[in-house]
């Protein structure tokens, strides 16, 4: 099983920048396409981005496409969100997630295809 750490989180004010940073261990983390999701209370979880196993495509919501980048390191067991230029509507814990199946493509990954999740870091956008 893959266990899914999340760092980085913290209160920014709006068009600051935060990088989140997620470090997988448990299994061969570089066959796994690798996600970021998004959940405000009340809220139903969102995709963010997500990125394959070699890290050549990534895919993103349109909302955040521009201003947030995913990236990995398959050496260090470890996938990254840019998250620049925060709006306050973006104030949510921000998850990362590793894909249920190895070489999952991203151009049609939804958050049904990741099977692991971490617990979480809050990001709050706030004047």
């Known amino acids: 099983q893959v266990q899914l750490v999340e760092s980085g989180g913290g209160m920014v004010q709006p068009g600051d920048s935060l990088r989140l940073s997620c470090e997988a261990s448990?299994?061969?983390?570089?066959?796994?396409?690798m996600g970021w999701a998004r959940q405000g209370p009340g809220k139903e979880r969102e995709f963010v981005a997500a990125i394959n196993w070699n890290a050549l495509n990534a895919r993103y919501k349109d909302s955040v496409e521009g201003r947030f980048t995913i990236s990995r390191d398959n050496a260090k067991n470890a996938v990254y969100l840019q998250m620049n230029d925060l709006k306050p509507e973006e104030t949510d814990v921000y998850c990362c997630a590793a894909a249920r199946l190895p070489w999952t493509v991203v151009r049609t990954i939804r958050l049904e295809d990741f099977g692991a999740w971490g617990q979480g870091t809050q990001v709050t956008v706030s004047s």
């Open positions: 448990g299994r061969t983390f570089s066959r796994y396409a």
